[in-house]
């Protein structure tokens, strides 16, 4: 069996790459992101894809059916901010159709259509999971502060998603998992803008949260699938 990280290159992707290699618990793990490259430990095969592009998608999926059957799938891209055209809003007159655009096709669309292409290749009958980094801000019933429009929004998109595919494969496959995982707030280029009021036990490096979501994922069941759960293993509410 393999298994496929998606945004393998970023920190948080790199970091289950190489949590993934570790562990050595499957055969061959494909690292794909956007670049195709990357320093990787044996039994990592780098590949290419962008989520902005089905074709692309498509061309990675054909590729890794001639491999292995994949029984895990973690999809680890997303954007919050870039530099100054993309910053989470504060306030409603703060929205924009371009940043709705760009944040909803990378958090949103992008798994979305990489569902649509991978789920296919992934084994029935047996235990097989497929996950999405999501966020705990995309929780409706957890946001009491409001703001960060675009991401939010994305972020709660992508969970209904997560919901949606996993009714479909359950029809299909009655030991499916498809979940979001909340990472935490982790030492990366997408927090870093954001870390002021972070306390330091709250900030974790890249590999501390890679090592919890694996931990979390080798848990799971089927009878978690469509849920969405923290790096603690603790379901977020819808």
Request: net charge negative.
């Amino acid at each position: 069996m393999s298994a496929v990280i998606i945004g393998a290159t970023g920190g948080i992707g790199r970091a289950l790459t190489l949590g993934l290699a570790e562990r050595g618990h499957f055969k061959t793990i494909h690292a794909l992101s956007r670049s195709g490259g990357g320093d990787w430990p044996e039994g990592v095969a780098p590949g290419k894809i962008d989520i902005l592009d089905e074709a692309s998608i498509e061309a990675a999926a054909a590729r890794l059916k001639e491999a292995d059957p994949v029984e895990l799938c973690i999809v680890a891209t997303g954007i919050l901010s870039d530099g100054d055209e993309l910053q989470p809003e504060k306030s409603w007159r703060q929205q924009s159709m371009a940043a709705y655009e760009q944040v909803f096709r990378l958090n949103t669309f992008g798994p979305g259509l990489i569902a649509k292409h991978i789920l296919p290749l992934m084994p029935r009958g047996e235990r097989a999971v497929f996950a999405a980094l999501s966020a705990r801000v995309g929780s409706i019933g957890d946001n009491g502060i409001g703001g960060w429009h675009a991401y939010r929004a994305s972020k709660a998109a992508l969970n209904m998603l997560i919901r949606n595919f996993a009714i479909e494969w359950t029809r299909k496959s009655e030991e499916s998992i498809c979940v979001g995982l909340h990472p935490g707030t982790v030492d990366t280029a997408l927090s870093q803008p954001f870390q002021g009021n972070v306390l330091d036990k709250q900030l974790f490096s890249a590999a501390q949260s890679a090592g919890y979501l694996l931990d979390v994922i080798e848990t799971l069941t089927p009878a978690n699938t469509g849920k969405v759960f923290d790096w603690d293993g603790k379901e977020i509410e819808p």
